[in-house]
Structures are given as C-alpha cells and as structure tokens.
C-alpha cells in the first residue's frame, strides 16, 4: 500500500521534542557538563576529558556497591515476579471480594517510600518493634543494625511487602483480559492446570509481566529512600547501594565531577539491563 | 457417538427465577439423532449460546436433562462429556505450533505419539494447514487461526458431537464459503453429530439437514430447511428465514375466507374462527403482481407501489396492500404490469397466524 510522504508532519512532533527537552535533555545536559569538567572552586570549571569516567571505573567503592545493587534487584524479581504471579492467579475473578483484595492490594502502593522506610525501620527495631521484638522474644538473633545478613532480609522482605502488589495487580488485569473461550476450549480440550498456566495464561500475560519486570527492575536498580531510612547504607556499607552511593559522592563529599560521570554510567547501565530484559522477553514473540 | 436428548430443558441466570421473563433459555423438549447435522438459528440474545453450553457442560442447567445416547450428563463435568466445540473467536494456544496445537487434544487423552501424528497429519490435510504445520501459532491470520480451532475440534475421532458456536464470524466472506463447504463433507466423511449456531440463515440452511430456530429462549421451529420455508409454524420463523422475509398482514379469519385491507381472498382450508392478533402470511416469492384497472378486478389485495429494487436475478416489489407493507418477488425475465394495483398471493401458499403461532386449517391441509 502507498502511504503519501509528507514531511511537514515532522512538525507536529515540535511540542513534544520541547518538552522533552525541557524534562529531560537539558538537565542530562547540566550533568554531562559537570562530568567533563574538574573545579578548584570559585565557578571555575576546566577540562579533564574522560577522566572523572576512568576514576568511577577503577573505583572499588562504586564496583562493590554495583554489584550489591545487582544481586538486590536479582533477589527481589526473583521474589516479586512469581510471587505476584502467584498472588493474581488466586485473586477471585469477580464480585465484592475482588474489589475488597484489589482496595487490598493497592494500599501499599500508596505509601510514600519514607514513610515505608520508617514503618520498618521501626518494625524491625528489638527493642519497640514488633517484629524485632517477637524475633528476640522466639531467641532468634536477629538485629538489622548490626548483622548484614538481617540487614539484607529486613530490605528485602520490605520490598517485597511493598512492591509485590504492583506485579500482582497488572498480572491480574493479564488475566482478566483472556476471554472465558480459552478456559472453556482448555476444559474441552482436557487441559492440565499446569497446562492452562503455560500456554493460556502465562503467554497472554506476557506483555504486562514485561512491564512488571522493567518497572520492578527499574525502581529497585534506583532504589534508595528505604534502605537510606532503615539502615542508612549499614551495616558498614553492606546496604549501600548505587543511589545511596552516588548521594555520598554528589552531596555528602560535593564531588560534583566523579558524580556526575557516576549518574551518566548508572543511567547508561540500567538501560543496558532493561534492553536486555526487553529483547529477551520479546525475542519469544517475535519467532516464526 | 450418540443421540443428544434434551428433556425438558430450561436455563435461567437468575438464581430464583420468578416468571417465564427470567429464563434465559425457556422449557424445551428435543432429540438430536446421531450423525445429524443441525443448525441452531436465531438472533443474538436469543439463548443459542446459552443452549450450546449446556450441551457442552460449560453451563449447568436450571432444569430439566441433557441425555447423550441413554446416559444422564447433566451433571458431568465439559471433560467426562467427550464433545469437542469450536468458538466465535479463534482459540489457538499463541505459543504452540499448528502441529502442537492440533495435537494438545489427544496429548492430552495420553494418546501414543505415533497415532497422533497420523491423525494430526490426516486432520491438517482436511482443513489444508499441510505446509504450515510448523508455523507458530500467534502469527497467522484470524482464519488461519480459526480453522485450527475447527481442525483441532475435528481431532478427535470418538467425540460424541462437535458444537460450532459462531465459528465463521471473523472468517473473510469467501473463504465462508469454502471452509463450510468442508465443514458439511467432513460431515458426510465422518458422520459425527455437529450442532451449528449461527444467526446467519444462508449458513444455517446450508449446513444443516435439521434447523432448530430460536426466538426470545423459545425454540419456535425444528424441521428441515424446506419445512421452515414452506410452512413456518411461527411468524419469526416466517420473516426470519427467507430474504425478503415472509409478509405478515393483519387480517379478519373467518372460515375460509379472509378480509385484509377490505379485499376478500380465499384461504387454502377452512380455518375457524381465530382468536388474538390474527395475520396472514405470504411468501414474497408467491404473490404476483397484476394490474386490475379501475373496477375491473384481478382478485388479490390492492397495491400501491412504492419500490422497485434489482437484485440481478429477480426484482423486489415493496409497496403497501391498503396501509400494510408488502414484498413481491417478481423473476427478472417477467415485466412488471402496467398500471399495477393488485398483488395476488397463491392461495396455497397462505398461512395464518393467530398471536404469532400459525393455525392449522381445519380440513383440507395438504401433506407438507
């Protein structure tokens, strides 16, 4: 079929380029500049080329606190993805008790991050809270200030409370979207449970679990007011991922250079990792 | 394979239906003879969907039995039935293959591999999906993927029926015609009992030996297409079948007479004396026009003519019989009367009907 070409209509695409650029491309811009560029003071910028990127390269400080940051976001996908799976294949399809689990479900996706940090900053707390405290109470020793294993788990278990809704939810508007034909042909056809998982429900899923897994990715590769507000990085620097990290740097030491080169690999790295994620899980798709 | 009762059948979504408004599907009696190929026809909404679950087991009836052969499935869950069915929409497994789709049914039943294939390959083969095999499911087209839906009702050899719901809905126009074309010789090739919905007349008339027509939850009909055609038992069967549909004219019964829009025509028996809305009705394809002239009379009702519509191998008269609408069929090769103003319908060919349901003649009905 012959579309007519017009070029004009690039124009249209005029206000959004602007906005963009206001949002997005001229504040990357500020930290690309900075990343370039070493000061004594005084707003007196001079060259260093790439050598601000070559420093948080060779940095063990930053390499330890990546590969933190990797082995978070692995456990928890690992955790959320067929938890919330698991959580939408049970909700009730329909009637008074989906709309009760769905109010459910979305209460802690309403809680803003700081406010989550101090609920289980105080949770987990052996002296007042009542995790901490039924914890000792049972002889488990278990304290997040001072052990980094305990540490790790009181994060983690926090994440998943509050983020385990948000992968359940989309799989369960996945769900809601398959046709009562399939389930019915599934039935005539003899289909195992199992079988109906693997090849109804789980493929008809499979664009919103997309999204789930970028957006999980994604906020917990950045994540940093929770665990700032729990364990602030510790114990030590067994909590301090790149955020945390990158925070220190930027406004703890005002390494404005080695900051800004920080940013600009953190943002190319979640990029990389969301492609990846992306052209895996459309790679399936797109096969004859 | 087996015959498929249904006794005294009634469905309602509501769980305490008060009055007969509240059934969805309304108390009906019917037998499907095995290797039968019926047709289930009637407008959206009007229970054919509700009724084709219920044999399937997908729905539990309110009331009454699903028999198959002499067994009593009501009860049975869709698996124990052993029916295949193929939906309105497409149902393909997006992830398998043709091949792997059309042999989940028997894998299933934990059929050996080697039987499967063959028939998986005989089935592909029907339904010409041949080459295509190993093709992933998810990117065909809409009837690629609707004749595997039909292929893989067709799988199985011992189903005791295959029920289509719909299934030509998404189907391009000619391939319509070329897949229930196959549909009707794989009938006559295996003589499984298929049950066919549609709302479609042409598709009904031609697939089925037996068409069971359906208004508001009620079967009003069942009989062969000819059956529906020549002698309509309700007047929704009368205009629902036949294109145009069948004229129905308000009109005073009295014995063999009967006056409509003040001119006297003879009945084809003698009728009584009719209680309720009572109407006669008139095939298009048996009224002629003619023309009487003024106080000349040509018999038949008067005629205004308003329309004339080609429709290439005949033309479609509409016009009004006093102040009620009228259709004649008129053959291409034959003129249309000057000065005409009589339509006279073939006496034989006139039927009445008091409060919808045709009324016998008392004597004199010839054999259908």
Redesign the interface.
Known sequence: MDKPVNNRAWFLVLPVLALVAFSAVIPLMTVVNYSVQDTFGNNQFFWNGLGWFQEVLDSDRIRAALGRQILFSAIILAIEIPLGIFVALNMPKRGFWASLCLVLMALPLLIPWNVVGTIWQVFGRVDIGLLGHTLAALGLDYNYVNDRLDAWATIIVMDVWHWTSLVALLCYAGLQSIPDAYYQAARIDQASRWAVFRFIELPKMSGVLLIAVLLRFMDSFMIYTEPFVVTGGGPGNATTFLSIDLVKTAIGQFDLGPAAAFSLIYFLVILLISWVFYTVMTAQKDAP | MARITLDDLAHSYLPRPAGDDDFALKPMTLTWQDGGAYALLGSSGCGKSTLL?II?G?LVPSRGRVLFGDRDVTAL???ARN???V???P?V????TVRQNLA??LK??GMPAAQIAARVAEVAAMIGMADTLD??A??LTADAKQKI?LG?GMVRQDVNAILFDEPLTVIDPHMKWELRTQLKSLHRQFGHTMIYVTHDQTEALTFADQVVVMSEGRVVQAGTPQALFDRPEHTFVGYFIGSPGMNLLDAEVRGDRATVAGAQIALPGDHGLPQGRVQIGIRPEFVTPAAGGPGGDGGGLPFRLERVEDVGHHRILRGRAGDQPLTMLLPEDRPIPAGIDRAVPATAHLHVYADDWRVAPVTGERAA
Request: aromatic share 14%; charged share 20%; hydrophobic share 35%.
């Open positions: 679950n399937s997908l869950p869709t698996a029916i295949a069915q939906f309105q929409f149902v497994y997006d992830t398998m989940f049914p299933n039943r093709r992933r998810r990117g839906s893989r």
